[in-house]
């Protein structure tokens, strides 16, 4: 009898360390998953913020670096998008014009995705936030920069006296004049869904994705988000 309670102890810590061992494997393949993608969506971005066509304002001619940006993402993105040096929508990937007139010029420049990139010239990954249909996402955006000096051109105001945050610690380095923002939304639930068919089959697993502060991003129970 002492000798049968000893094994089954036994049995039930080496399984529940393979549980274990098991959890750690898979949580550090999806981290590497969520991270290769997320670099890949931020190279998008920065070729998008540098080509000619945004960089001048050129409107009609840059959309196909838009669509074509959310058409090469797999599943991953719900949408890039472009927002002017007031925060202002621009455009936004694979809409028609019946859907791009209604949001066309939507104020957006009280969202972090553009306040904090407009103030540090830097990339931007957000946390949860709800978006203008209430969907929740995280973005990830970039700035367009243009370097001090340019003519204007496309319509797009160079003068630095209306751009606070074109000034730089030094003199010697290049100085840039904030352009705008083009950026990402990623669902939620799109990102949980397909992290669910990376789980192995044979173990009852389930997908939760928090971020940098702890807030639960997604979980299978919506009442845990946020």
């Excluded at 098991?22 to 913020?49: G, M, P």
Aim: aromatic residues 12%; proline residues 5%; glycine residues 6%.
């Amino acid at each position: 009898y002492f000798y049968y309670s000893f094994s089954s102890i036994e049995i039930n810590k080496i399984a529940s360390q393979d549980v274990r061992s098991n959890s750690r494997i898979e949580s550090y393949d999806f981290a590497r998953i969520l991270e290769n993608k997320i670099d890949t969506i931020s190279t998008s971005l920065d070729i998008i913020a540098n080509a000619p066509a945004v960089q001048n304002n050129q409107q009609i001619d840059a959309r196909t670096f838009f669509d074509s940006a959310k058409n090469n993402s797999e599943s991953w993105v719900d949408f890039f998008a472009w927002l002017g040096p007031d925060g202002k929508l621009v455009w936004s990937s694979n809409l028609n014009e019946t859907v791009y007139q209604k949001y066309k010029g939507t104020d957006l420049s009280f969202r972090p995705y553009f306040t904090v990139p407009k103030s540090t010239l830097e990339p931007y990954y957000s946390s949860v936030i709800a978006s203008v249909d209430n969907i929740p996402r995280i973005f990830v955006s970039v700035p367009i920069l243009g370097s001090i000096g340019n003519q204007s051109r496309g319509g797009v105001n160079n003068d630095m006296s209306t751009l606070p945050n074109a000034t730089t610690a030094e003199a010697n380095t290049p100085r840039h004049i904030f352009k705008g923002i083009v950026y990402s939304g990623i669902r939620l639930d799109t990102v949980g869904e397909l992290l669910k068919d990376q789980l192995i089959p044979e173990f009852q697993s389930s997908v939760t994705l928090l971020d940098r502060d702890g807030t639960i991003l997604y979980s299978p129970n919506d009442t845990y988000i946020g």
